[in-house]
């Protein structure tokens, strides 16, 4: 815990950061892809699975919009995304041991309220997910996801990079 609130206040100066500057930085996109990319020394601002254009999510919602304005919204919802994979996110290597506590079905998509926490056994990294379904509105609920992403999805002798998150969505989509 100590190590996750130490990486807290730089976690929260790069958002706001990102956030400010993400209006410029399509300026600096290369089309060396198909969807665009940085060039190395703005490589903080990217996401490792997506081009600037975005998920096919991303593509649908701006079908109609400017190949500016879908690049900027898509850096302003995926803030700093290799910055808190590469730079304070953790290295989750084969032999680091995951304990989970919970209801590992925890989640918004399908919906399924609940908590779980995961911990790498004698290290200080932790994640903590909840999903709350809203009585008032089942269609929404409240996710919570802190820590670091230990969804454990490596594969055997793989080092999986985890990425440090904040985040907290009081009125997210809870689909069926």
Not at 13 to 30: E, G, K, Q, W
Not at 83 to 94: A, E, M, N, R
């Amino acid at each position: 815990m100590i190590k996750y609130l130490a990486l807290w206040p730089i976690d929260t100066f790069m958002t706001i950061f990102s956030l400010i500057v993400s209006p410029i930085l399509p300026l600096f996109a290369r089309e060396d892809i198909p969807g665009g990319n940085f060039p190395k020394w703005l490589s903080w601002f990217e996401t490792p699975d997506n081009p600037l254009d975005g998920d096919q999510g991303h593509k649908d919602r701006h079908v109609n919009s400017s190949k500016y304005w879908q690049r900027t919204c898509w850096l302003a919802r995926n803030r700093c995304y290799n910055f808190t994979i590469d730079v304070i996110g953790f290295d989750l290597q084969p032999d680091d041991v995951i304990t989970v506590e919970g209801d590992p079905l925890t989640g918004n998509r399908p919906i399924h309220p609940g908590y779980i926490t995961r911990r790498v056994e004698g290290k200080d990294v932790f994640q903590y997910y909840s999903v709350h379904r809203w009585s008032f509105n089942p269609k929404k609920c409240m996710r919570t996801n802190i820590g670091w992403k230990l969804w454990n999805r490596r594969k055997p002798g793989e080092v999986l990079k985890c990425q440090y998150v904040f985040s907290f969505n009081p009125w997210m989509n809870a689909d069926e």
